[in-house]
């Protein structure tokens, strides 16, 4: 019995960790995981891609600012352990439809154009990313000009 409320102290506290309103198994958190990853592609983030992401971020899933830094923390954190995109891609493709997946990749696409540099590492992210979500390559290049189309235009 006592080891019980123990643990149910230990849950609430989790050593004095901030209980995260993301799990694990949130599709949001692997989206943004993709997301910080396709910002950090080409070696550093660009203050540009960095507020592309926190706007996207908050935008699609809407958030407000607190929910949305938080996301995108625990996001840095799961994409520095991670070890390759299955993980990420593996979640959203079982969690979300064949436009919701197409979705994300939209949203890479425009943390990719908000520094107005696509690098052929960030071109070849996607192009992977695209590949493991079942996104077909048609899909991936309309999406690219779509969004680069909406870049052109602000």
């Given at each position: 019995m ?81 070890v ?25 696409w ?45």
């Amino acid at each position: 019995m006592f080891e019980g409320f123990r643990k149910l102290i230990a849950d609430l506290t989790e050593d004095g960790k901030h209980q995260s309103r993301f799990q694990e198994n949130d599709y949001r958190l692997a989206a943004a995981a993709l997301l910080v990853h396709t910002a950090t592609i080409d070696g550093t983030m660009a203050p540009s891609e960095r507020d592309r992401l926190h706007a996207v971020i908050k935008q699609r899933f809407e958030l407000d600012d607190e929910a949305t830094d938080e996301l995108v923390e625990e996001a840095t954190e799961a994409e520095q352990r991670s070890v390759d995109l299955y993980q990420f891609t593996a979640r959203l493709n079982r969690m979300l439809d064949e436009k919701g997946r197409a979705r994300v990749v939209e949203m890479m696409w425009q943390v990719v154009f908000a520094d107005g540099d696509v690098t052929e590492f960030e071109d070849n992210l996607i192009w992977r990313a695209a590949d493991l979500l079942h996104v077909s390559r048609e899909e991936r290049i309309a999406l690219r000009e779509r969004v680069s189309g909406m870049k052109a235009e602000s």
